[in-house]
């Protein structure tokens, strides 16, 4: 059975910078989607950032110039690395796959941004 296995969330002063990593345990084809997303108590879960297989890119106007999502087909693990974060950064990030029809979520990391 896939999982997806997160890590590099935690506990940071604003302005400073975090990197996400997202692991596919088990073997899968490569993603044609992968993704962040992100849901701060009380709101809706809303997409951070994703990158496709050729490595297009898309973000959030909030995040523009401040995050940078990567991947790494070969490990199928993909980063987000965050630089500049602010409190309303803070929130659980989910990293999401798609693989051909089939969907997988990771199963969240805290990310508080906070002096």
């Known amino acids: 059975q896939v999982q997806l296995v997160e890590s590099g969330g935690g506990l940071v002063q604003p302005g400073g910078s975090l990197r996400l990593s997202c692991a596919a345990s088990g073997s899968i084809f490569s993603p044609n989607f992968m993704a962040w997303y992100r849901q701060a108590p009380g709101k809706q879960r809303e997409l951070v950032a994703s990158?496709?297989?050729?490595?297009?890119?898309n973000y959030a106007d909030s995040v523009k110039g401040r995050f940078t999502i990567s991947r790494d087909n070969a490990k199928n693990t993909v980063y987000l690395q965050m630089n500049s974060l602010i409190p309303e950064d803070s929130a659980v990030y989910y990293c999401?796959?798609?693989?051909?029809?089939?969907?997988?979520w990771g199963q969240g990391t805290q990310v508080t941004v906070s002096s």
């Open positions: 990158i496709f297989r050729d490595s297009s890119t």
């Open positions: 999401h796959f798609i693989v051909s029809l089939n969907y997988y």
